[in-house]
């Protein structure tokens, strides 16, 4: 457990590392090119080692060296994996690995831990399923463990439900080249996260392959298409960023964060907008973002394309004049934890009305109390509170290794906050 100290002045500098997503699909394509490819400024993280080790079943090998992280790509052959794939609870993991799976001949299972086995994957199976892959949960139908049995990615037409997860997608795209025939993948429902597959068709094109978008309900990629190695660099994670902008907009400070693009893809970097309209002044550069805190007030405000920074919001919410209310975030309850539930009996313990429903969460402005936090071993839970304990005093973070699976250094970075 570890106890925050309230910052009595906020004037900081903060570098930021490369961004989680970018890293993990850059990752895949990677290994799908025919050749060595050169990651510089890649993510080291609990999650990102879970992929390493999942690649390294297939025969995909990678080492770190002072110029970036090395993936020895083998075209879209893929060996057979000696044993099962273990990814804890790294979902993204879960589902880009399921996929790669298709495009090797023979059975590959693939399981987590047990928050995992809670964490739906059913509509990828599907997916899966229709493009010529046996693809079957081993026990609770929908769920992991799962079991894809392929001899290769035959092709054609798959239909991909939103409204849970943009990874079922991203996955799916990222593979069809290396089907037999072409894939068109068409989305149903509500489409939550959609900046992700942005960031994975990003990605894609920057490796060589060309997919046809139609307005994110429709995706067409011809077969016979191939990744190409690159060296590529791998910018900021607007996530990551995130906790330390709102740390200057409730300390009334200033915080600069470097290796940030402000023209990101990143459905993230939008944060810099929240906060602005909050009252926060903020200043933007080239590969950089200022934010200097002023008084707050809440606001309603539509996440879906945000879920990973509704935490940051929250708390950034506590220090703002009147309610804040979140909306159209159903799809947190299935993250690392279910997040509108642990934001909620974490924030009331904190003295802090909180109101939720299925999709959304409201929170009023006021004075909270220092507590112990739980954050049921997920890692933004942790990080959000944190940034609250650099006001209220006695803030106290349980299981502070949970931080690993995205920010290992998030601690010593925080501490550059007290610096003078």
């Known amino acids: 457990m570890i106890e925050i100290k309230p910052l009595h002045h906020c004037n900081a500098v903060v570098t930021i590392h490369g961004s989680k997503s970018y890293t993990h699909r850059a990752l895949i394509v990677s290994a799908l090119a025919d050749g060595k490819s050169v990651l510089i400024n890649s993510l080291r993280s609990d999650d990102i080692e879970r992929t390493l080790q999942g690649l ?21 052959r893929l060996e057979g994996a000696e044993g099962d794939i273990f990814v804890g ?6 589902r880009f690995l399921t996929a790669l799976s298709a495009l090797k001949n023979g059975r590959t299972l693939l399981d ?18 229709a493009l010529g892959v046996r693809a079957n949960s081993k026990e609770k139908k929908g769920f992991p463990p799962v079991e894809i049995e392929s001899q290769g990615l035959k092709g054609g037409k798959a239909r991909v439900k939103g409204e849970e997860s943009s990874q079922y997608l991203s996955a799916l795209l990222m593979i069809a080249p290396y089907a037999r025939e072409d894939v068109h993948l068409e989305v149903t429902g ?30 067409f990629v011809r077969a016979g298409q191939r990744y190409l190695p690159q060296t590529y660099l791998i910018e900021g994670d607007a996530s ?63 996440m879906n394309g945000m879920p990973d920074l509704v935490p940051t919001l929250a708390v950034t ?27 909620s ?29 739980e954050p049921n071993h997920d890692h933004r839970i942790a990080m959000s509170f944190a940034i609250a304990g650099l006001v209220v005093p006695g803030v106290k973070i349980k299981e502070e290794e949970c931080v690993n699976k ?15």
């Open 112 to 129: 987590g831990n047990e928050r995992m086995r809670e964490r739906p994957i059913g509509d990828l199976l599907n997916g899966l399923s």
């Open 240 to 302: 990551n960023a995130s906790y330390f902008f709102a740390a200057a907009a409730i300390t009334k400070g200033r915080v600069r964060v470097e290796n940030f693009f402000t023209n990101s893809i990143q459905g993230d970097s939008s944060f810099l907008s929240i906060l602005e309209e909050m009252g926060c002044e903020v200043i933007r550069g080239e590969n950089w973002a200022e934010v200097r805190g002023k008084d707050l007030h809440g606001m309603e405000i539509d």
């Open 190 to 219: 509500q489409f939550a996260s959609k900046p992700y597959v942005g960031i994975t068709l990003d990605v894609m094109s920057a490796f060589g392959v060309n997919v046809e978008n139609e307005s994110y309900h429709s995706f």
């Open 56 to 76: 390294e079943k297939f025969g995909i090998l990678s080492f770190q060296r002072t110029d970036g992280l090395h993936v020895l790509g083998k075209g879209g």
């Open 345 to 373: 009996v974490e924030l009331s313990k904190m003295g802090i009305r909180v109101e939720d429903g299925a999709d959304w969460l409201r929170v009023e402005g006021g004075k909270a109390h220092g507590v112990e936090i």
């Open 317 to 343: 919410a506590i220090f703002a004049q009147g309610k804040t209310t979140i909306q159209n975030i159903g799809h947190l309850r299935l993250k690392e934890s279910d997040r509108i539930q642990a934001l």
């Open 89 to 94: 609870n790294s979902g993204t993991s879960m």
């Open 406 to 420: 995205s920010f290992p250094d998030f601690w010593e970075k925080l501490k550059e906050l007290y610096k003078k």
